[in-house]
């Protein structure tokens, strides 16, 4: 089954870049920062087991992750957002801190915030 990721940095540092990579380390699109929240809407597969598949979801089958990569005239980094334990749901979102608190765009494994993934969407409701 698809689902549909909605991914939302929140507080990005404004004028870097921002884009997925997927499995052939190829880049979407790049959005560049002006400081507001940015949203990346990511499909994926899901199968009966609850194990994640599809062009950006990188890792072993047990510990699947995408990665979010920034740059800017400084440097370029990569967040790695887990895809484990995702709730039901045919639509789910998520809020990560777009800054490090070195106040550069986020990196390494990266947790979302307030409760993580909320189901927008579940097969026949609404929510």
């Known amino acids: 089954m698809t689902i549909t990721l909605q ?14 990579q997927d499995k052939k380390n190829e880049l979407s699109e790049s959005v560049v920062s002006t400081g507001e929240p940015i949203v990346f809407t990511v499909p994926i597969e899901r199968d009966e087991a609850g194990k994640v598949s599809g062009n950006f979801a990188m890792g072993p ?46 990196c390494a494994t990266v947790k979302p ?3 993580g993934w909320k189901v927008l969407h579940r097969k026949g409701t609404e929510i």
Request: charged share 20%.
């Open 7 to 20: 991914i939302t940095l929140v507080d990005p540092p404004a004028r870097a870049c921002f884009c997925l």
């Open 61 to 106: 089958p047990t510990g699947r992750f995408l990665y979010v990569c920034s740059g800017s005239d400084i440097g370029r980094r990569r967040a790695k957002i887990p895809l484990m334990n995702l709730p039901e749901g045919e639509h789910l979102a998520a809020q990560f801190a777009g800054k490090a608190k070195d106040g550069w765009p986020f």
């Open 113 to 115: 915030l307030g409760e």
